[in-house]
């Protein structure tokens, strides 16, 4: 039903900067949330940002300061404006979208690399 491409992952020097995009297509909600989480290899999937569809945000705490989500919601995109990157930041990207409803339904791309080297 809602389908999320990632763009924009790839390799950069510590405290360097990357734009993660991701597009959603399908059926939209009026009141949603997109949001980035990121797994590491050996580690969980966590949540780096996310962002309602009223633009409400959270982050997690390891980026603040450093990370920035926003969204288009004319054009169903999110983005994350990652600065000042570390190593510790190495990771599978992936998009997520959620309907905010009683019963949310929860959809995922299919994940960007994000590689910061030493």
């Known amino acids: 039903q809602v389908q999320l491409v990632e763009s924009g992952g790839g390799l950069v020097q510590p405290g360097g900067s990357l734009r993660l995009s991701c597009v959603a297509s399908?059926?939209?909600?009026?009141?949603?949330?997109m949001g980035w989480y990121r797994q590491a290899p050996g580690k969980e999937r966590e949540l780096v940002a996310d962002?309602?569809?009223?633009?409400?945000?959270n982050y997690a705490d390891s980026v603040k300061g450093r990370f920035t989500i926003s969204r288009d919601n004319v054009k169903n995109m999110v983005y994350l404006q990652m600065n000042n990157l570390k190593p510790e930041d190495t990771a599978v990207y992936y998009c997520?979208?959620?309907?905010?409803?009683?019963?949310?339904?929860?959809?995922w791309g299919q994940g960007t690399q994000v590689t910061v080297s030493s």
């Open positions: 962002i309602t569809s009223g633009g409400s945000t």
């Open positions: 399908g059926i939209i909600f009026n009141v949603n949330a």
């Open positions: 997520r979208y959620t309907t905010l409803t009683i019963s949310p339904l929860i959809y």
